[in-house]
């Protein structure tokens, strides 16, 4: 959801806020370098939204000249699995903009429930926008879990 860093002065404030984070525990990040590339592209991310990692929230960003090219599906697959079986999160929060559907039909062929509407959640550019709230339990994860579309 978040804009990219304008800048290389804020994306390295983001590194180190990242770091931060990730040192109390509450953070993970992974950068999507692109198989033949050598620089990121977008990152996924983890955030702790509640004491022990019992829920977090995925959020993502990528550059879009990798849209539809199966990144976000492989990228958040491997973030999924980590945090359920690793972290051992076990409710996953995910925001979309309603009018995003890619994002939102991405999420859903994830498996993710589509639980409500957030009316005004997120500034962009001049206005709000409604985000819809998606969620992913521990117990309805399967690493090997296909995904809606290879059904």
Not at 57 to 79: D, H, K, N, Q, T
Not at 134 to 150: A, E, G, N
Request: charged content about 25%.
């Amino acid at each position: 959801m978040w804009a990219p860093p304008p800048n290389a002065a804020a994306f390295t404030q983001f590194i180190e806020w990242a770091h931060a984070e990730r040192a109390t525990g509450k953070y993970v990040c992974y950068g999507i370098v692109p198989r033949g590339e050598e620089h990121a592209a977008g990152v996924f991310e983890l955030r702790q939204l509640q004491p022990g990692f019992l829920r977090g929230e995925l959020g993502f960003v990528m550059a879009s000249r990798l849209w539809g090219r199966g990144l976000f599906p492989e990228g958040s697959r491997l973030l999924l699995n980590f945090a359920f079986q690793v972290v051992k999160v076990h409710r996953i929060e995910a925001r979309s903009p309603v009018d995003n559907p890619r994002g939102n039909a991405a999420l859903q062929k994830l498996g993710a429930v589509r639980e409500g509407r957030l009316r005004d959640a997120f500034w962009r550019e001049d206005h709000y926008v409604d985000q819809y709230l998606w969620s992913l339990l521990d117990t309805d994860w399967w690493p090997d879990k296909p995904q809606q579309s290879d059904r």
